[in-house]
C-alpha cells in the first residue's frame, strides 16, 4: 500500500492506495486499467469505463474527468503535493489552442462565465472565471498556442 497526498483546489486529501496488477484501490473506488494509449487511458472507475485524455509534464499529469479538467502532481505522504482544478484560475490546464475568446477587456464577469474556448488533446474546454469581476487583461489571442500555467484572462 502507498500513501499519497493529493491537493484539488485549497482542500487536502491523504490517499492510501492499494494496487493488485492493473486495479487500483483507494477507499471505496476501484480504479482498473483497461487500455492505455498516447494522450488517452481508458479505465474503469467503480465498474463504468471512462476514457481519460492526458499530459504528463514532468511529475504533473493535466487530465479531463468527467466534464472537469484537473492539474495533478501527486507525491508520496510526507513529500509536498499539489494539485489544481480548472476552476481556481484562468490558466489553460494543458497545452493548447485559444479558439474563440468570449470576453474582452473591461467587460464584467460573474464566478462560472466562460471566458474562452481552447481546444486541447482535440477536445473544446471552457476556461471560466474563477470569481466574479472585470477583465482587466487578455494574455492570449484567438488562434494562439498556449502552455499551462500562464494566467490567459486577468479578472480584477
Given amino acids: 500500500m502507498s500513501e499519497k497526498i493529493i491537493t484539488i483546489g485549497d482542500a487536502q486529501h491523504e490517499v492510501a492506495i492499494e494496487r493488485d496488477g492493473a486495479i487500483f ?3 471505496e473506488h476501484a ?30 499529469i493535466h487530465f479531463a474527468f468527467d466534464g472537469d479538467i484537473y492539474f495533478a502532481d501527486v507525491t508520496d505522504k510526507g513529500a509536498r503535493a499539489k494539485a489544481r482544478h480548472r476552476e481556481q484560475t484562468t490558466s489553460a490546464p494543458m497545452p493548447g489552442v485559444v479558439l474563440k475568446l468570449l470576453v ?24 471560466v472565471a474563477p470569481k466574479d469581476g472585470t477583465v482587466d487583461a487578455i494574455n492570449c489571442a484567438e488562434g494562439e498556442l498556449v502552455q499551462p500555467g500562464v494566467e490567459l484572462v486577468k479578472i480584477a
Fill in 25 to 27: 484501490r483507494t477507499g
Fill in 31 to 60: 480504479i482498473e486499467i483497461v487500455a492505455m494509449r498516447a494522450e488517452e487511458l481508458e479505465a474503469r472507475v467503480d465498474g463504468r469505463i471512462h476514457v481519460i485524455p492526458f499530459v504528463l509534464q514532468g511529475t504533473t
Fill in 104 to 127: 474582452k477587456q473591461g467587460d464584467a464577469v460573474t464566478k462560472g462565465q466562460p471566458v474562452l474556448i481552447l481546444e486541447a488533446m482535440k477536445m473544446e474546454h471552457q476556461i
